[in-house]
């Protein structure tokens, strides 16, 4: 009996693969892709078209990008997030330290008192207490206000809001913006 060289695809013997056989296929696909497999060698070992490999290896592709997008969007959004967060306790404390403060003072004082028995001549030392209380104006704490601008700068980082990057050229420390320099370099073509 002769072992034929090539096993046909199932598509070849004009089997289609069910929805399940298609996943498990893609899942196996992607681990040969990944591992740098040769389009002719994942046909051979999954068993469909080397077409079909390249259809199902650019479907991988765009999945793993569309995932990777969703994947950072929400990496974004937890950070954001946790800034928002930051900055409303910042704001809430530099409030706080707005607010009027009372402070109390205690102050001891000697007195002699004299003694019921006045005849007696005798004194007893005594002390009186002096409370006095002081309000004031907060001034704000300007930590906050900064802890504050850290969070708005770190927000415009991660959303990628930046400005054009300022860069130094040179010995003569000339301040150019990226627009700048793209304009230099679009004038000389």
């Not at 946790?82 to 402070?103: G, N, Q, T, Y």
């Not at 005849?119 to 002390?127: K, N, Q, W, Y």
Request: glycine letters at 6%; hydrophobic letters at 40%.
């Amino acid at each position: 009996m002769e072992i034929p060289s090539q096993v046909p695809s199932r598509r070849q013997r004009g089997v289609h693969r069910t929805p399940g056989e298609r996943e498990r296929d893609l899942a196996r696909l992607a681990d040969l892709y990944v591992l740098g497999k040769s389009h002719l060698a994942i046909a051979g070992e999954i068993g469909i078209d080397r077409r079909q490999v390249s259809r199902d290896i650019r479907r991988l592709i765009a999945e793993w990008q569309k995932a990777r997008l969703v994947t950072l969007d929400q990496a974004k959004a937890v950070e954001l997030a946790k800034i928002d967060h930051l900055e409303a306790r910042a704001w809430e404390c530099f409030e706080r330290s707005l607010a009027e403060r009372e402070s109390s003072v205690t102050e001891r004082q000697a007195i002699e008192l004299v003694d019921k028995a006045v005849s007696t001549g005798l004194r007893v030392p005594a002390e009186k207490l002096k409370a006095t209380i002081r309000r004031e104006q907060g001034d704000g704490n300007p930590a906050f206000l900064q802890m504050v601008a850290w969070c708005i700068n770190e927000r415009i980082e991660v959303l990628g809001l930046k400005a054009a990057t300022q860069v130094k050229l040179g010995l003569d420390e000339a301040t150019v913006t990226w627009v700048d320099l793209a304009r230099r370099e679009l004038g000389r073509a």
